[in-house]
C-alpha cells in the first residue's frame, strides 16, 4: 500500500518568510510524529499527534513552530518567521497506535532558509 | 532523560567483512530498542527491533539483542555487501516518541 508522503519534497524560502510543509500518514494509522534532522542535532522529535487527544508538543524548539492534524489525517507543520537555523529536513512519520513503535517515516522535506 | 549513544563513524569494511555497531542506551524502565538505516537517498526504514530483554531482532541478515545487563543493542552482521552501505541509527521508545542516536555511517567497499 501507499507509505507516508511529504510535500513539498524540496523549499528554499527567504530569512523571515512563513513555511508549510505537509505530511500525508498511512491510511488507518492513528498516530503521527515529525521528527528534523540536521548536521548539528541529528534526529529531533517535535511533535506527536494520537487520533483527537491534544498533541505532544514538547519537541517544538520555539514558539515560530507550529503543527495541526486536520480530520485525524493529514498534518500540516508551520514554521512561521523562518531562521537559517530552521535549515533541515523535515520528517513525518506514523503508527498504527501508539502502542505500536514500529514508525513508518516519509521521505522528508529539505527546508533551505537563505 | 533517555538517551542513546552510538558509535562514531564512519565505519568502512571490505566486502563480507563482519559488521558490529555498538549502541548502548540510558532509560527509565524497559524500552522498545530499535535499529533503523537510512541509504543513499531514501528514507528512514525498520531494519530491525527488540521489545524486551533478551530479545534478538533480525532482518537482511542483521541482527541485534537486547541486553539489559550491559543496555546494549549493538547491530551485527556476518558479512556485509556493498548493497549495505547506509546511515545507520539506534532508538529506543520514550514516551510518545522515539529517540535516535547521532548515527553511523557504513562504507562497504567491493
Known amino acids: 500500500g501507499a507509505g507516508v508522503s511529504q510535500s513539498p519534497s524540496n523549499k528554499v524560502t527567504e530569512k523571515g518568510k512563513d513555511v508549510e510543509l505537509r505530511c500525508d500518514p498511512i491510511?488507518?494509522?492513528?498516530?503521527l510524529y515529525w521528527y528534523r534532522q540536521s548536521l548539528g542535532q541529528g534526529l529531533e522529535f517535535l511533535i506527536y499527534?494520537?487520533?483527537?487527544?491534544?498533541?505532544?508538543k514538547s519537541g517544538l524548539p520555539s514558539d515560530r513552530f507550529s503543527a495541526e492534524r486536520t480530520g485525524g489525517s493529514v498534518s500540516t507543520l508551520t514554521i512561521q518567521r523562518t531562521q537559517q537555523e530552521d535549515s533541515a529536513v523535515y520528517l513525518c512519520?506514523?503508527?498504527?497506535?501508539?502502542?505500536?513503535?514500529?514508525?513508518?517515516f516519509g521521505p522528508g522535506t529539505r527546508l533551505t532558509v537563505t | 532523560g533517555d538517551s542513546v549513544t552510538q558509535m562514531e563513524g564512519p565505519v568502512t569494511l571490505s566486502e563480507e567483512a563482519c559488521l558490529t555497531i555498538?549502541?548502548?542506551?540510558?532509560?527509565?524502565?524497559?524500552?522498545?530498542l530499535f535499529w533503523y538505516v537510512q541509504y543513499p537517498g531514501e528514507g528512514l526504514q525498520l531494519l530491525l527491533k527488540a521489545t524486551k530483554a533478551d530479545d534478538k531482532g533480525s532482518n537482511k541478515g542483521f541482527e541485534a539483542t537486547y541486553r539489559k545487563e550491559t543496555t546494549s543493542f549493538h547491530l551485527e552482521k556476518g558479512s556485509v555487501q556493498v548493497s549495505d552501505s547506509a546511515v545507520y541509527f539506534c532508538a529506543l521508545e520514550y514516551g510518545n516518541k522515539l529517540v535516535f542516536g547521532a548515527g553511523t555511517i557504513l562504507r562497504v567497499k567491493s
Open positions: 512519520a506514523s503508527s498504527f497506535d501508539r502502542l505500536d513503535y514500529e514508525q513508518y
Open positions: 491510511s488507518g494509522h492513528t498516530a
Open positions: 499527534f494520537q487520533g483527537n487527544s491534544a498533541p505532544d
Open positions: 555498538n549502541c548502548t542506551y540510558t532509560a527509565t524502565g524497559y524500552p522498545s
